[in-house]
């Protein structure tokens, strides 16, 4: 069983930066594909990035070249660096630990809120 708690959300104008942390309480991430995924209000869940066990990642085209995501094992914590931040990224943003990179997500997490502001 793995139990993930994400932080580091909060408010930041828009051009802004935040980093996103997700931290297993529970269990060992080394072994899995985790991605974060967002959802704002009224619309589907959707996935943001995704790194595999080995370090591949994949970015959704509309977070491309301003998202980063990155993991330490060590520290069993996955990241999301967020630069150059837009109003529309505007969402809860939800960490996922997903046994195959692009298979069903396994665990989420509880959820952190990232508003940007005009």
């Known amino acids: 069983q793995v139990q993930l708690v994400e932080s580091g959300g909060g408010l930041v104008q828009a051009g802004g930066s935040l980093r996103l942390s997700c931290a297993a309480s529970?269990?060992?991430?080394?072994?899995?594909?985790m991605g974060w995924f967002r959802q704002a209000p009224g619309k589907q869940r959707e996935l943001v990035a995704v790194?595999?066990?080995?370090?591949?990642?994949n970015y959704a085209d509309s977070v491309k070249g301003r998202f980063t995501i990155s993991r330490d094992n060590a520290k069993n914590t996955v990241y999301l660096q967020m630069n150059s931040l837009k109003p529309e990224d505007t969402a809860v943003y939800y960490c996922?630990?997903?046994?195959?990179?692009?298979?069903?997500?396994?665990?989420w997490g509880q959820g952190t809120q990232v508003t940007v502001s005009s």
């Open positions: 996922a630990a997903k046994t195959r990179l692009y298979g069903p997500v396994d665990y």
């Open positions: 529970a269990g060992t991430l080394s072994s899995y594909a």
């Open positions: 790194i595999s066990s080995g370090g591949t990642t």
